[in-house]
């Protein structure tokens, strides 16, 4: 059996080890345009220098070899033909039984005024991005960063730490949004702003003004106002990396579209991670792997945690983890609130079922929450204090001394 693997990141590689652990004799041919293995959610460490190339891989030096796998790195697959069973890259042909699509995403660039014409704009991707960014650091001073997400904020911090300007603008009301409400937003914003950032939420961007060699001079915001840069770093977030398909070849909506089982609408082609559009984070593809290639050698195992709304983050010494539903979608659900100088929890709940919890500043017993959350747990007859709520109340220990989750207290 010949399966083919496009993608050398999280998703691939996770499916890759997990295939070769399941069958030891097929052959595996796995296909990227990266050149290296590594993380990208470690790439804003690379603009900072904290870290090279080689401390964010994550997998061992020899992964190809150990788990007999044919690497052709460096190149990209521009055209598949699902009725022959082949794919085209830009240097040859490869024929496959089944296929595993993991192509991930590029970064979106919106469609302002000038943004795309201007020299000196970068979106923060790849390992080459991020060099790119760190060598254009040596001369630039003032940089602009469009959008405040988890990969705008990264790489605010990382900037920050080179005593760069640092303007950080976003359509939304906070930075963050996804992750955190106003209050929550509040305490990084406040240190963003002690460390030097200039920001501009609730801020549209409506041109770039350009000097007379098209390099940036300033961002204008809707309604005048202007924030002079010299550099614009683009985070507003990806689009799935698709341009192979031929079109009505594949089920395609927001991304490729797949079943529970990573199965795509294509016999025998499975795709996971970011190339799905469904929910861009490292650890779903990672798990999704796994899935995929069970399911690729028979089993029969679905994705049931879509790990969507969790998040755990830590700028400038204040840890936070956020997880489900931390904004109220209507007044039908409660919140609770407990705050002091240095946390803010925060829990919102319905019925006497908890959605979404933010923990800030102190972040014990997350865990539970998790567990709380993802199992819909009833928590009403829980007198004590919701803030409170730990393991020992939901675990249980099973008679080979394993701990596991208690759901009926
Ligand atoms: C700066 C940054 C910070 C992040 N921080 C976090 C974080 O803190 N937490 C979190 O959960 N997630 C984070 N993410 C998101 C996370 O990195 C992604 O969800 C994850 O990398 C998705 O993995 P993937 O394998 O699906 O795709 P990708 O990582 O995008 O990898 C795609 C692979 O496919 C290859 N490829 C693409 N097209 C082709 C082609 N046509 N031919 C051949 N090869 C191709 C690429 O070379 C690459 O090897 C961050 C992302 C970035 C960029």
């Known amino acids: 059996m010949n399966y083919v693997i496009i993608g050398a990141s999280a998703s691939g590689m996770s499916f890759a080890k997990e295939l070769r652990n399941l069958d030891k004799n097929c052959n595996i041919t796995l296909i990227s345009r990266d050149e290296n293995v590594y993380s990208r959610c470690m790439l804003h460490h690379i603009i900072s220098g904290h870290r090279t190339l080689k401390d964010i891989n994550f997998v061992e030096d020899d992964f190809f070899n150990k788990y007999n796998i044919t690497w052709l790195k460096g190149q990209t697959v521009n055209d598949l033909d699902v009725n022959k069973k082949i794919l085209y890259t830009d240097k040859r042909s490869v024929k496959y039984d089944k296929l595993l699509i993991g192509s991930g995403a590029h970064a979106f660039i919106p469609p302002i005024k000038n943004l795309r014409e201007s020299k000196s704009i970068y979106a923060l991707r790849n390992i080459e991005d991020a060099l790119s960014i760190k060598d254009a650091l040596e001369t630039k001073e003032k940089i602009a960063i469009l959008g405040a997400g988890l990969v705008g904020v990264d790489v605010l911090v990382s900037l920050l730490e080179k005593n760069k300007k640092v303007s950080i603008i976003d359509m939304a009301d906070r930075v963050l949004p996804l992750q955190l409400d106003k209050r929550s937003a509040k305490v990084y914003e406040r240190k963003f702003i002690e460390k030097g950032a200039s920001i501009y939420t609730s801020a549209k961007v409506e041109e770039v003004i350009l000097d007379e060699t098209n390099d940036p001079k300033a961002i204008k915001l809707q309604g005048g106002q202007i924030i002079e840069c010299d550099m614009v770093i683009v985070a507003t977030g ?172």
């Open 238 to 409: 990806v689009k799935p990396n698709i341009g192979f398909i031929r079109e009505g070849s594949m089920e395609i909506n927001r991304g490729i579209v797949t079943n529970d089982k990573c199965e795509t609408s294509v016999e025998n082609i499975y795709a996971i991670g970011d190339v799905r559009g469904v929910s861009p984070i490292w650890p779903l593809a990672m798990k999704e792997g796994k899935i995929a290639a069970r399911n690729m050698v028979g089993g029969d195992e679905r994705i049931t945690d879509s790990f969507a709304l969790r998040n755990s983050m830590n700028f400038l010494g204040v840890p936070t983890v956020s997880i489900g539903q931390v904004n109220p979608p209507d007044e039908t659900y409660e919140v609770l609130t407990e705050e002091g100088s240095e946390y803010y929890k925060k829990i919102v709940y319905k019925d006497g079922v908890i959605y979404g919890v933010i923990l800030q500043g102190e972040i014990d017993y997350c865990g539970a929450y998790i567990e709380l959350i993802r199992n819909k747990i009833d928590v009403s007859h829980i007198k004590y204090d919701p803030f409170n709520i730990g393991y020992g109340d939901f675990f249980e220990i099973s008679e080979n001394g394993e701990y596991k989750f208690k759901a009926v207290v």
